[in-house]
């Protein structure tokens, strides 16, 4: 059964939210339009589809027994429901295409419990609270996007991928990562289920098609005192080499690397005044006990340290990490919004030859950006290049010349699960659906796999 063919549309919304009565629904349409979005204007592609995408009504839940309730009335009167944490993902994955129900997960925001090495929290929780409390005993989260002041841990799993720590920990789908969760059903009748060791990638960055998660239990890496570093080179693919070479270093400790072609930084206002104009950088976060044999590994490529803070000095005002990962993009398109971006992976090759064929092949309409991460055991460049879009048309050969030449892209201007960097349909996360959200009512239309179960 499909959502458009149920009779939602005629409900009483003043009824439904007398039947929430105790839970926080938001009626005011200014307030529903803002909390139907996330930053899909990164992609002109993604503004065409979705700009008029919004939600009837929003509900906040405060607990797992009220998302139980809401779950409930809305399996009740098949409506459809899409959940959201800050909304700081990039693909419309919370914008709801049906309309519907908005689930506000960020008044669940506790850290439940914490020991060495791992904590459970709830999904609204963000991830620099986390962090602030785990460091407390030597511990703080593995991995986080560059919206780690404002990201929450449920949207980073159910959305993201990686991100700063992925250099030593990996991807989020790793196993490992990611050690249980707690998910609402959209059954008739709703339901709790825990979900335990491999069992968790049945929800693992699935947009929240298919589960409400209400906790998450997660590992913790050693928390390190992280120097902030910042190195210019005299050419770009001397900076993509001594980010390869320091990602293979496994004596020095680190937590991001982040390299950036000019004319990159010139974007980066803050910066400026320490990043000669049309500089090729390294933005880096370093333990403060690896610094000595980094600076030896500097020298080795000729590069120049024109930034450096203390863990201390780091932790006052805006971050580093604030210029890498996605807000890269963020800074370039306050300059000039005309820009969109990639996400490539490129294969595992310690010469770099394709990275430096791509580099030459566009200039400056595909402005080089790599972060560095392991990938089944080996560090290589993740790239969220910068393009200067003109047409759909040519954003998509750009797509094509790229795979074509054996370069991975996990396309950002989609909203289709599937279609972005999955790149195939997730049999386990289909049965898992059709178990557990019967209706189709979990953020519709986002499943190729569900779609095209409806059609066969």
């Not at 059964?1 to 926080?24: C, H, K, Q, S, Y």
């Not at 800074?331 to 490129?346: E, G």
Request: glycine residues 8%; negative net charge; aromatic residues 8%.
């Amino acid at each position: 059964m499909t959502v458009a063919a149920l009779n939602w549309n005629a409900l009483d919304w003043d009824r439904f939210a007398t039947e929430l009565e105790g839970i926080e629904v938001i009626r005011d349409p200014a307030q529903v339009s803002k909390l139907s979005k996330d930053y899909y204007t990164y992609s002109p592609i993604l503004v065409l589809l979705l700009s008029d995408k919004v939600g009837d009504v929003v509900v906040r839940p405060a607990s797992e027994a009220e998302v139980l309730k809401v779950a409930e009335l809305c399996v009740r009167h098949k409506i459809p429901l899409t959940v959201r944490g800050a909304g700081t993902g990039n693909y419309g994955q919370c914008v709801p295409l049906q309309g519907g129900v908005i689930l506000d997960m960020t008044k669940m925001q506790a850290v439940k419990w914490m020991k060495p090495g791992i904590a459970c929290v709830e999904p609204g929780a963000k991830l620099s609270a986390i962090d602030k409390q785990t460091r407390e005993i030597g511990w703080e989260i593995r991995m986080a996007p560059s919206t780690y002041r404002t990201a929450t841990i449920g949207g980073f799993i159910s959305g993201g991928s990686g991100g700063i720590g992925s250099i030593t920990y990996g991807q989020l789908r790793d196993r490992g990562n990611l050690n249980a969760v707690r998910v609402v059903t959209m059954e008739d009748q709703p339901r709790v289920i825990e979900l335990r060791g491999d069992e968790v990638q049945k929800v693992n960055h699935a947009y929240g098609t298919n589960g409400i998660i209400t906790e998450l239990e997660i590992p913790l890496g050693a928390a390190y005192a992280w120097a902030e570093v910042i190195v210019t080179f005299a050419d770009f693919m001397t900076a993509a080499r001594f980010g390869q070479t320091l990602s293979d270093s496994d004596g020095i400790i680190k937590k991001l690397i982040s390299i950036h072609a000019a004319p990159i930084a010139n974007y980066f206002a803050a910066l400026k005044s320490v990043i000669p104009p049309d500089s090729h950088c390294a933005l880096l976060m370093i333990a403060e006990s690896s610094l000595e044999p980094f600076g030896e590994l500097v020298k080795q490529f000729n590069g120049t340290v024109v930034y450096q803070k203390s863990a201390q000095e780091a932790s006052k005002g805006t971050m580093l990490c604030e210029y890498t990962w996605n807000h890269t993009t963020l800074h370039a398109r306050s300059v000039d919004p005309s820009l969109t971006y990639l996400q490539t992976l490129f294969p595992p090759d310690k010469d770099l030859k394709l990275l430096e064929h791509m580099y030459h092949h566009y200039g400056d309409e595909v402005m080089m950006h790599l972060e560095f991460l392991r990938a089944n055991g080996t560090a290589l460049p993740a790239a969220l290049q910068i393009v200067r879009f003109s047409t759909p048309d040519r954003l998509q050969e750009i797509i094509q010349y790229h795979e074509d030449q054996g370069a991975f892209i996990a396309n950002p201007h989609t909203y289709v699960l599937e279609d972005g960097g999955r790149k195939a349909i997730d049999p386990i996360q289909l049965q898992f659906k059709e178990a557990i959200d019967p209706y189709g009512l979990l953020n519709p239309g986002k499943m190729k796999a569900w779609d095209q179960r409806e059609l066969g």
